[in-house]
């Protein structure tokens, strides 16, 4: 599974398409700088949205993040005889994210859509990753903030907005031989399996776990 990729990758390319499903935007852009002038100068088209990692914790809320980083995920593959044994591990990661728009009473629509999708929780999503499928939560929190702006610069004319999103996503470390494993694997739907001639009952259940 050489060609795997991060599921904190795809992640965020799921919550970036949310993003604009859910509040319009036309681009939604994952940034660290504060002063994000030299985007807006090259911007044709608004509403645009930002985001930048402000924390990252592990997320332990119903999860037993110790057993999951140690014992993995097996995932199939398209054969279902082999699998790879994949390590993730939950972790909340702090975002926030502002909304600019040139128009005021595109500010008082986005007011109205942050809160409907804060208490609705509708930026949440799942995604099929490698076989297997996971969900990603996201919460909001529902006060909103108007970032101070420089009156001379590229922002000028825009009004924005800022508000806190808790992103429940999953990392694994796919550089590391002993947190990515290759193993038989042999799923069985019937109801019995001969084994050296002895009959187990057996549904559905992985035999290398």
Known sequence: MATLKSPTLYSFAGL???????????????????NVGDILSKVNSYPISFLRIVSVKPNETGNNVRRMASRGTV???????EGTRLALVPVTIGLTMTYITPDFEGI????SKWQFTAIRE????SLEYAGTNLDFSCMLTPDLTIPNKDEFSE???????EGEINFNTWVTNLDDGRDVQEIPLIRFTTSTLSVDGVLTSI??????A
């Open 122 to 125: 509708r930026l949440s999503f």
């Open 203 to 208: 549904i559905d259940k992985d035999l290398s």
């Open 155 to 161: 922002e000028a004319d825009n009004f924005k907005l």
């Open 75 to 81: 995932i199939a593959k398209e054969n279902a005889h």
């Open 16 to 34: 970036q398409k949310s993003i604009k499903d859910n509040f319009g935007v036309k681009e939604c852009y994952i940034s660290q700088l504060e």
């Open 108 to 111: 008082l629509d986005f007011i």
